[in-house]
């Protein structure tokens, strides 16, 4: 009997490794949503459904009679992690990175400061996000990062509109976008254009969008097709579509969409700019908004993926309104029983294996760090079930001893007042949600308030 906290793509790998390599394992996941598969549902862009078709393998592995699921249960408060190691021969912690990283600079706490993470969530139906009510009154929006989440929301909010009502997105992000001013994004890095963290998919996404035209400043890459001569592959290619959109004339298909564009009065922009660090969001006159970023250009000492940004001691103030900060994402740490290396915001593991506490285990992101996409998490989380059954295997877990199980967190649970969610409750609140999408014409409509959830099912 093991268990697995938390049921994005980390949780749902590792228990379908273990589930199909040991015939004998049973596997319980819990969640602290009533709603399954973590970031697949509340981290994936809107505008990417094929993404999201993983679900279908995780809803094939909660279906095994092998697997239960329990959503609405917050390990750490609602049962502990001590608790489950009494009840399960193996506890496998899988519950991610639930929140940001700070910039650590003054003005971060003004109105019209975002984290990505909480913007993301806000429209992607994530509940604790629900009542965000980002300002989109301005023109200018700038985003602090250049991977693949700033991209996302650089795409959402140039994307037209028609192209997002055809998505899961929220009908209240929906409707805030269709009223919003923004029509131009800058996104913003401390260094250059070869140590960019976004993919050439992604990029590509970006350049073909309609209606949205990419700026990119040839001066930022004079010199760079000689840099890149040796470099792996994908950086190679990533950087060749970058020189080639900065230096090449706008195209006659290209000259025209924007004409178009001009024409319905909303020439949209986005906006690659280098070697700038944030120094302090500058706030309006009154102090309560933003209006700004004071940014400190940066210098490049080293090179490559190693390569550090240094202040040059010059400045530059950007004007926005709107300021996202995508620098990242975080693990917490989840249960004082529980090793955390705050430094690094992991649970200190070797192959998953956690430092100094037999028989419990992590994967995903809480692992390894906030990075890589749902393949990454993947293969990490074979890893950390090939350990498990590894152990299992050497005799390192003692199963001779039977464990309850689900039967004895249950007792607990119930002298808490918690009520798990089962994954046919789940079902019910998709098939509502679906439902309420087809009405609209897109693929599902979220219901983003966990109580509404509950009464759905009965709860």
Known sequence: RLCVVGSGPAGFYTAQHILKHHGGARVDIYEKLPVPFGLVRFGVAPDHPEVKNVINAFTQTAHSERCAYYGNVTVGRDVTVAELQQAYHAVVLSYGAEDNRVLGIPGENLSGVYSARAFVGWYNGLPENRHLKPDLSCETALILGHGNVALDIARILLSPLDLLRKTDITDGSLAALACSKVKRVWLVGRRGPLQVAFTIKELREMINLPGARPVLNPADFTGLENAVKDAPRPRKRLTELMIKTALEKPGEKMMEAQAAAAQAGAPREWELKFQRSPQEVLPTADGKRARGVRMALTRLEGSGDSAKAIPTG???ELECGLVLSSIGYRSLPLDPAVPFDTQRGIIPNSSGRVDGVPGLY????????????????MNDSFDTAQSV????QVGVLDVSTSREGFGAVESILRSRGVRPVSFSDWEKIDAAEVARGKAAGKPREKIVDPQEMLRLIGH
């Open 362 to 377: 992590c994967s995903g992101w809480v692992k390894r760090g906030p990075t890589g996409v749902i393949i990454t998490t």
């Open 314 to 316: 010059d400045v530059e």
């Open 389 to 392: 059954l590894e152990d299992l």
